[in-house]
Protein backbone atom coordinates (compact mmCIF):
# COMPACT_ATOMS: atom_id res chain seq x y z
CA UNK A 1 0.00 0.00 0.00
CA UNK A 2 2.90 2.61 0.79
CA UNK A 3 4.23 1.89 -2.95
CA UNK A 4 1.02 2.37 -4.35
CA UNK A 5 0.33 5.91 -2.48
CA UNK A 6 3.51 6.78 -3.53
CA UNK A 7 5.20 6.52 0.08
CA UNK A 8 8.91 6.37 0.72
CA UNK A 9 8.67 3.52 2.93
CA UNK A 10 7.15 2.15 6.53
CA UNK A 11 8.55 2.28 9.49
CA UNK A 12 7.27 -0.23 12.26
CA UNK A 13 8.14 -0.58 16.10
CA UNK A 14 7.21 -3.86 18.28
CA UNK A 15 4.12 -3.11 19.88
CA UNK A 16 5.76 -4.67 23.55
CA UNK A 17 9.23 -2.23 23.35
CA UNK A 18 9.54 0.64 25.21
CA UNK A 19 9.26 3.39 23.13
CA UNK A 20 12.76 6.06 23.97
CA UNK A 21 12.08 9.88 23.36
CA UNK A 22 15.01 11.59 21.57
CA UNK A 23 17.39 8.81 20.49
CA UNK A 24 17.64 6.15 17.96
CA UNK A 25 17.13 2.79 19.27
CA UNK A 26 16.75 -0.92 17.67
CA UNK A 27 13.37 -1.09 18.36
CA UNK A 28 12.19 0.59 15.26
CA UNK A 29 12.27 -0.81 11.71
CA UNK A 30 12.48 1.52 8.42
CA UNK A 31 11.13 -0.44 5.56
CA UNK A 32 11.88 1.25 2.42
CA UNK A 33 10.21 1.03 -1.37
CA UNK A 34 12.54 0.47 -4.08
CA UNK A 35 11.97 0.83 -7.78
CA UNK A 36 13.84 -1.31 -10.22
CA UNK A 37 14.33 0.42 -13.82
CA UNK A 38 16.43 -0.27 -17.18
CA UNK A 39 18.51 2.17 -18.29
CA UNK A 40 21.43 2.48 -21.12
CA UNK A 41 25.11 3.56 -19.74
CA UNK A 42 25.87 6.77 -21.40
CA UNK A 43 29.34 7.28 -19.88
CA UNK A 44 31.45 6.11 -16.69
CA UNK A 45 34.30 7.77 -14.64
CA UNK A 46 37.59 5.78 -13.59
CA UNK A 47 39.72 4.46 -16.22
CA UNK A 48 39.31 1.55 -18.99
CA UNK A 49 41.01 -0.88 -16.42
CA UNK A 50 38.87 0.14 -13.36
CA UNK A 51 35.51 1.61 -13.99
CA UNK A 52 34.63 3.97 -10.85
CA UNK A 53 30.69 4.64 -11.42
CA UNK A 54 28.16 4.91 -14.30
CA UNK A 55 26.20 7.13 -15.58
CA UNK A 56 22.68 6.24 -17.17
CA UNK A 57 19.97 7.79 -18.88
CA UNK A 58 16.51 6.53 -20.90
CA UNK A 59 15.59 7.60 -24.27
CA UNK A 60 12.38 9.74 -24.62
CA UNK A 61 11.47 9.90 -28.05
CA UNK A 62 15.13 10.11 -30.11
CA UNK A 63 16.56 12.12 -27.05
CA UNK A 64 19.03 10.31 -24.81
CA UNK A 65 18.31 11.93 -20.80
CA UNK A 66 21.00 11.79 -18.48
CA UNK A 67 18.90 10.54 -14.55
CA UNK A 68 21.59 9.04 -12.63
CA UNK A 69 24.68 7.92 -11.70
CA UNK A 70 26.60 5.26 -8.89
CA UNK A 71 29.20 3.74 -8.29
CA UNK A 72 27.05 1.49 -5.83
CA UNK A 73 26.43 -2.18 -6.85
CA UNK A 74 29.66 -2.55 -10.08
CA UNK A 75 31.60 -4.75 -7.39
CA UNK A 76 29.06 -7.84 -7.19
CA UNK A 77 29.54 -10.83 -9.20
CA UNK A 78 32.25 -9.46 -11.40
CA UNK A 79 30.07 -6.63 -13.31
CA UNK A 80 33.28 -4.23 -13.53
CA UNK A 81 35.32 -6.63 -15.52
CA UNK A 82 32.41 -7.59 -18.03
CA UNK A 83 31.12 -3.69 -18.11
CA UNK A 84 34.76 -2.86 -19.33
CA UNK A 85 34.96 -5.15 -22.08
CA UNK A 86 31.63 -3.87 -23.53
CA UNK A 87 32.08 -0.74 -22.73
CA UNK A 88 35.66 -0.14 -24.13
CA UNK A 89 34.23 -1.17 -27.73
CA UNK A 90 31.45 1.68 -27.53
CA UNK A 91 33.99 4.98 -26.34
CA UNK A 92 33.06 8.28 -28.00
CA UNK A 93 34.19 11.59 -28.20
CA UNK A 94 31.27 13.32 -26.53
CA UNK A 95 28.35 13.13 -24.51
CA UNK A 96 25.38 11.16 -25.91
CA UNK A 97 23.57 12.76 -23.47
CA UNK A 98 21.14 15.51 -24.45
CA UNK A 99 20.93 17.35 -20.91
CA UNK A 100 24.69 17.66 -19.13
CA UNK A 101 25.04 15.68 -16.42
CA UNK A 102 26.22 17.11 -13.26
CA UNK A 103 29.38 14.99 -13.01
CA UNK A 104 32.40 17.05 -11.85
CA UNK A 105 35.45 14.26 -12.76
CA UNK A 106 36.53 13.30 -15.87
CA UNK A 107 34.39 11.19 -18.11
CA UNK A 108 34.81 8.01 -20.54
CA UNK A 109 31.42 9.01 -22.98
CA UNK A 110 29.87 5.62 -24.46
CA UNK A 111 27.31 4.82 -26.94
CA UNK A 112 24.56 3.99 -25.21
CA UNK A 113 23.96 0.53 -25.93
CA UNK A 114 24.38 -1.10 -22.70
CA UNK A 115 21.62 -1.49 -20.32
CA UNK A 116 21.94 -2.10 -16.54
CA UNK A 117 18.94 -2.43 -14.05
CA UNK A 118 19.04 0.03 -11.07
CA UNK A 119 17.58 -0.38 -8.07
CA UNK A 120 16.36 3.34 -6.35
CA UNK A 121 14.86 4.75 -3.92
CA UNK A 122 12.39 7.52 -5.84
CA UNK A 123 12.33 10.22 -8.40
CA UNK A 124 13.66 13.60 -7.65
CA UNK A 125 11.86 16.62 -9.17
CA UNK A 126 14.36 17.52 -11.45
CA UNK A 127 14.30 14.02 -12.74
CA UNK A 128 17.17 11.96 -11.32
CA UNK A 129 16.86 8.83 -9.38
CA UNK A 130 17.91 8.67 -5.68
CA UNK A 131 20.14 6.10 -4.07
CA UNK A 132 20.73 3.87 -7.28
CA UNK A 133 22.20 0.50 -6.71
CA UNK A 134 23.41 -1.23 -10.33
CA UNK A 135 21.62 -4.88 -9.63
CA UNK A 136 22.15 -6.49 -12.99
CA UNK A 137 23.45 -5.77 -16.53
CA UNK A 138 21.79 -6.68 -19.57
Known sequence: M???????GIVGKDAASPYVS???TDYWVKFKN???????IGGFTGNLNQI???????FKGKEFIHVGHTDKGLARGGN?????RRLKELIRLTSPFKNRPDVTTAVHWVEPKVTCRVRFLEWTQDGNVRHATVVGLD
Do not use: D, K, T, V
Not at 34 to 40: A, G, Q, S, Y
Open 2 to 8: ASQRGLE
Open 22 to 24: GSR
Open 34 to 40: HRIERFH
Open 52 to 58: ESLLFGM
Open 80 to 84: REQLQ
